[in-house]
């Protein structure tokens, strides 16, 4: 029985959509809730690119400079402003019964919507901003700007009806950090099994498209989808590499993903690896991400970050690949006992070692692969992610009932 059609208003402050990340949750979770028969309408950035079936409402351009990309500068808060100028005007003529803000922006700005429609609020939680201001080194964790972030951090939490965390960790940290309980529900990032499956290429297609890449056929292949930056572990992947073909194991590495593809190529380069070795692609379209995985044998998800979520490991799980990732708590929910963990968080040696167990135990490696989709269908389906945010819906608007009742 199809549920009855509500109006959400989804807030993406981001240039939705990009091929990474945050965007893919936006996207996914918006159309689950199509599927159910839900309006959604997401109002974000005035760039990024529309997507087939989808409702999007873009914010006007800064006026002093309309080709812009947003990144974490004061430009940004101009970004914010013009998207809730945007969004109080659908707000108004669109009255939707449910706003949904995707980051701590997007709950901030959410927050004033909420009041004006008089509508429940839901924070779409995807790791703690202070934290991450750290990780990327934007503020220093004992300096006057980290105890201001913070405590606008923990403002923010308070603010709405109902929050939704990519992961269990999220919502541990909810607790402990933020004293946040109340609310809180686990949404894990999910992904589709029909769309990432290996079967998208034929082994004829897939040798081809290694040879065009320069990649020899001996070779197995490692692949790393995802944004390249230092806190995504790219300088210790590089590293890992160069151990690796430093000892002649007979692998290449396929590095998919942006921005600063050339710096990383260089300094590759600078560490001994040649063009066979590790192949750069730069961005890569979502629709296509599952040929490009198809390429690899193995994959690696070196991210130093223990706050945020690692949406890309899910890809890699339902495409059937084992995974190599450094211990987190984040990992460890995603692959369980199926991953092959390098500590410490950051170690290049272990992450070396780690891949080296995989490229010597091809037959290991297949297994754990084939586990791993496994995993992927019975606990991260967006499908059942549909199910479960509809239900917190449902309980929002039930209270808000009562409320006007």
Not at 117 to 136: I, N
Not at 164 to 181: N, Q
Not at 236 to 260: D, I, N
């Given at each position: ?11 993406a ?46 914010s006007?351009p ?21 998207l ?31 009041s004006v ?51 269990i ?69 590089l ?12 692998v ?12 990383y190529?260089?300094?590759a380069?600078?560490?001994g ?20 995985l ?22 890699y799980?339902?495409?059937?690949l ?22 410490p ?7 070396a070692?780690?891949l080296?167990?995989?490229?010597r ?11 791993g989709?496994?995993r992927?269908?019975?606990h ?15 309980q ?10």
């Amino acid at each position: 029985m199809q549920a009855i059609p509500h109006r959400i208003l989804m807030l993406a402050p981001t240039s939705f959509f990009l091929d990474y990340g945050c965007h893919v949750r936006i996207l996914e979770e918006a159309r689950a809730l199509v599927e159910r028969g839900q309006q959604v309408r997401i109002v974000t950035y005035y760039l990024g690119r529309d997507w087939p079936g989808l409702d999007i409402a873009r914010s006007a351009p800064t006026p002093w400079h309309s080709d812009y990309e947003v990144g974490s500068s004061p430009h940004k808060i101009a970004f914010d402003v013009l998207l809730g100028w945007k969004a109080l005007g659908e707000v108004l003529r669109w009255r939707p019964h449910l706003i949904h803000g995707h980051l701590h922006e997007g709950a901030l700005i959410g927050r004033v919507l909420a009041s004006v429609g008089r509508v429940p609020l839901v924070f779409d939680f995807q790791g703690s901003l202070t934290a991450e201001m750290v990780d990327h080194g934007f503020v220093q964790p004992d300096s006057q700007a980290h105890y201001w972030w913070r405590r606008l951090e923990e403002r923010i939490v308070e603010m709405p009806d109902a929050i939704v965390a990519s992961t269990i960790h999220g919502t541990e940290l909810l607790a402990r950090s933020f004293g946040r309980t109340e609310g809180v529900h686990a949404l894990p990032d999910s992904v589709n099994l029909d769309y990432f499956c290996r079967d998208c290429l034929t082994p004829e297609e897939r040798a081809a498209w290694r040879r065009e890449l320069g990649i020899p056929p001996e070779r197995q292949v490692v692949v790393y989808l995802g944004l390249l930056a230092d806190y995504q572990g790219i300088p210790q992947l590089l590293e890992a590499a160069a151990r690796l073909r430093a000892r002649e194991y007979p692998v290449s590495f396929l590095v998919m993903g942006f921005p600063g593809e050339d710096r990383y190529r260089q300094r590759a380069y600078a560490l001994g690896l040649t063009p066979a070795d590790i192949v750069f692609t730069g961005k890569i379209p979502y629709e296509d991400a599952p040929r490009y995985l198809a390429l690899g044998d193995l994959a690696v998800a070196p991210k130093i970050s223990a706050t945020e979520g690692s949406g890309k490991i899910l890809n890699y799980m339902a495409m059937g690949l084992p995974v190599v990732a450094y211990d987190t708590s984040v990992s460890r929910e995603y692959l369980g006992s199926l991953g092959v963990y390098a500590a410490p968080l950051g170690d290049v040696p272990a992450l070396a070692q780690a891949l080296a167990f995989l490229i010597r135990n091809p037959a290991a490696a297949m297994l754990l692969g084939e586990q791993g989709r496994e995993r992927a269908r019975k606990h991260f389906s967006w499908e059942r992610t549909g199910r479960k945010l509809m239900r917190i819906y449902q309980q929002l608007w039930d209270r808000t009932s009562r409320r006007r009742a």
